[in-house]
């Protein structure tokens, strides 16, 4: 049984963030820069929201909203869904995917650990399968 733990120990602990009173288009840049699809919204150290190129497009582009004089706070999803350091990596993929979600910060006792999408999942998965594949392969030409 694979965790989120093990999947950050494999892609790493950085999170990329923003604060709630930053414009979209600082947003923007800053996915853009960081190649990524999501900023976690943070006041201090706590979790306010997530804003997604997805919210990017809904609530500025498709309504005529200017980037640079628009908030985070505008347009972000208050409502972020975590997951521990200690959930499945299958519960996490089944969660993201019944939720329609394409990222899940990680928390450990409230603390924020990291920040996964639903790539990094999939490429740790298939990692392991490869891995389980060639333990297999082995196995079989060994007998």
């Known amino acids: 049984m694979s965790t989120m733990r093990a999947v950050l120990a494999d892609k790493g602990y950085e999170v990329y963030r923003i604060e709630p ?8 840049q800053r996915m853009v820069d960081r190649n990524c ?10 979790i306010v929201g997530i804003v997604t190129e997805r ?5 500025i582009a498709l309504k ?13 999803d208050g409502s972020v869904i975590v997951v521990e ?10 969660l993201m995917t019944d939720r329609r979600i394409r990222h899940l910060p990680v928390v450990s006792k409230g603390r924020l650990e990291g920040l996964i999408s639903i790539g990094d999942l999939v490429k740790f998965k298939t990692k392991e399968q ?10 079989i030409s060994a007998r």
């Not at 009173?21 to 923007?28: D, G, L, N, P």
């Not at 919210?55 to 609530?59: G, K, P, Q, V």
């Open 37 to 46: 699809g999501a900023l976690l919204v943070m006041r201090d150290d706590n």
């Open 55 to 59: 919210d990017y497009l809904r609530n």
């Open 85 to 94: 350091c200690d959930t499945d990596v299958d519960e996490a993929l089944a």
């Open 21 to 28: 009173a930053a414009t979209v288009f600082e947003a923007i």
């Open 130 to 139: 490869a891995f389980q594949i060639n333990y297999l392969e082995e196995y």
């Open 64 to 76: 005529g909203r200017s980037s640079k004089t628009t908030e985070v706070w505008e347009i972000m």
